[in-house]
């Protein structure tokens, strides 16, 4: 089993940034990739980035040049920087990771961006 923790979220003005971050514990040997999704009220959940093993990225059109991910293997914690925050990006930030095929969940947490 993997549990994931995340945290970072909060209030914030346009324009401005925040860093997320996901605390993986429990089986993290064979984790295949970790990345980042989001759910805005109302929409479907949607991919936002992934780091994979060898250290590759992937980002939607919408988070390339703002978001950037990353992780530090040593503390088993994927981050995900984001600047240049706009209102639509306001959504429930969830963390995944993939293992042996399995995909695990964290609860999410809230990012609001308002003036």
């Known amino acids: 089993q993997v549990q994931l923790v995340e945290s970072g979220g909060g209030l914030v003005q346009p324009g401005g940034s925040l860093r997320l971050s996901c605390a993986v514990s429990?089986?993290?040997?064979?984790?295949?990739?970790m990345g980042w999704y989001r759910q805005a009220p109302g929409k479907e959940r949607e991919f936002v980035a992934r780091?994979?093993?060898?250290?590759?990225?992937d980002y939607v059109d919408f988070a390339k040049g703002r978001f950037t991910i990353s992780r530090d293997n040593a503390e088993n914690t994927v981050y995900l920087q984001m600047n240049s925050l706009k209102p639509e990006d306001t959504a429930v930030y969830y963390c995944?990771?993939?293992?042996?095929?399995?995909?695990?969940w964290g609860k999410g947490t809230l990012v609001t961006v308002s003036s």
């Open positions: 429990g089986s993290t040997f064979s984790i295949n990739s």
């Open positions: 780091i994979f093993s060898g250290g590759s990225t």
């Open positions: 995944n990771v993939i293992r042996s095929l399995i995909n695990y």
